[in-house]
């Protein structure tokens, strides 16, 4: 272990072999973190390797705009050592980039956060809500869907994972199967859970905000993500679709295994060389951790990233202000304990308060995190970006991520 630390030492203040030009390093110092703290990530890291809890991992941190930690630990594949261009699947993390396209568009002037979004997919200008107040019956909704609501996960839209009928409905309309416009064709004939602006619910919404994006734009959604924001940013293994040169570079998938340790797992979509017929905006990207750090920058930079400008530096303000009241925020044993003391804006969690939140961060900080356990947090507060990737899961089964941004910030020392 004692190796292990003076060599992460050493790639902590050198900072060199694992990123490129793009990206620029630093020592903790010149950016107002103690190196003796941070080294710490290494050492929780090392340890859920080597108590095999987790496979292997990227963890990065950028402050001020410059990384002044990125480290990898344990391995890709059994026999195959963690690399620093390992590509994941981020599933979740899709959608902040839904939501980034989404307001690219908005940027462009091509349409207003509250139209209804019937007005764009008249598809839905029949949607019915279900209701069970007086037996199972179905009523028009009081307010039309709009685009905010989709932004926000509050638009009445279901995810098919609850145990409630429009739930059971999603799971065997095969809505996947198809295209985005099959799928919208599929919702449309489905009536929402509730009342649009109500309730905040994980759902399908990104997933038509992705087939807004192609009629709005008149693009695939793949071509607009690539023209738009992967070229530009030279975000250069972000995709839905791999070469086959680039497999070699694609962690496995873990899971934990009831005899104790882990194994890998094998998934539906496993050949990521094969064309996707349906490209969703809620998750299938796969990315880099330093793919996602330039992501992750840009919106820091309040929409611009090494000279090149994505979003208006109000619309990020606007993005990444919380937008919700805490009696539409979720109170489920899952969701409403991870969004305990949150709020959420067009696409994000926003920390609302430390003491409501139960974690060591600023007000204003936003978040999101994928299935398989990736992970990112921006502080505008303290200039502060943390990256995690790992594919395991199911997600949050262990605290990881939680206790690496608890040690990055107690590694803070001045804000410079």
């Known amino acids: 272990m004692k190796y292990l630390l003076l ?10 072999s694992q990123t490129t030009p793009i990206l620029t390093c630093s020592t903790p110092e010149n ?29 990065m941190v950028a402050r001020h705009g410059r990384i002044v930690y990125n ?52 598809e839905f200008n029949d949607l019915k809500v279900f209701s069970d ?31 409630n009928p429009v739930d059971s409905v999603y799971r065997t309309a095969g809505l996947s199967d198809g295209t985005l416009k099959e799928m919208i064709l599929k919702l449309a004939g489905i009536p929402l859970l509730y009342q649009p602006g109500t309730r905040w619910n994980y759902s399908r919404s990104s997933d038509v905000l992705a087939y807004l994006v192609e009629v709005i734009s008149g693009k695939r959604y793949d071509v607009f993500l690539k ?18 040169e680039k497999l070699e570079r694609v962690m496995n998938v873990y899971a934990p295994r009831d005899s104790g ?20 905006g809620n998750g299938g990207l796969v990315s880099t951790a330093k793919d996602y750090m330039i992501f992750c920058q840009m919106l820091l930079n309040k929409g611009k990233y090494n000279g090149i400008r994505i979003l208006k530096e109000q619309t990020v303000d606007l993005m990444t202000l919380n937008q919700l009241v805490n009696e539409i925020m979720p109170d489920d044993d899952f969701f ?52 995690f990737m790992t594919q395991f899961v199911p997600n949050f089964y262990y605290p990881v991520c939680r206790e690496f941004r608890e040690i990055v910030y107690r590694s803070i020392v001045s804000r410079n």
Request: aromatic share 8%; glycine share 10%; charged share 20%.
């Open 336 to 387: 409403g304990t991870l969004l305990s003391g949150m709020g959420f804006g067009l696409g994000f969690a926003v920390v609302k308060e430390n003491s409501g939140a139960g974690i060591t961060g600023s007000p204003g900080s936003y978040w999101w995190a994928g299935t398989a356990n990736t992970y990112f947090y921006i502080d505008p507060e303290e200039n502060l970006i943390l990256i």
């Open 31 to 59: 950016e107002g973190i103690s190196s003796d703290s941070i080294i710490r990530v290494s050492t929780l890291m090392q340890k859920y390797v080597d108590d095999r809890k987790l496979p292997g991992m990227i963890a």
């Open 133 to 163: 107040e007086h037996g199972i019956k179905l009523a028009d909704p009081v307010k039309p869907m709009t685009i905010r609501n989709l932004l926000m996960h509050t638009s009445g839209l279901a995810s098919g994972g609850e145990d």
């Open 7 to 16: 060599i992460s030492q050493l790639l902590i203040s050198t900072c060199s």
């Open 261 to 280: 340790g882990i194994s890998a797992i094998s998934l539906p979509d496993s050949d990521l060389t094969a064309e996707v017929k349906f490209l969703s």
């Open 227 to 244: 023209e738009r924001i992967f070229d530009p940013l030279k975000m250069e293994d972000t995709s839905y679709t791999l070469p086959a």
């Open 71 to 122: 480290e990898n630990f344990g391995w890709m594949d059994e026999g195959k050592t963690m690399q620093s261009d390992a590509i994941f699947r981020i599933a979740s993390m899709t959608k902040p980039i839904t939501s980034v396209a989404v307001m690219i568009l908005y940027d462009d002037g091509l349409f207003q956060l509250d139209d209804p979004v019937s007005k764009y997919i008249p």
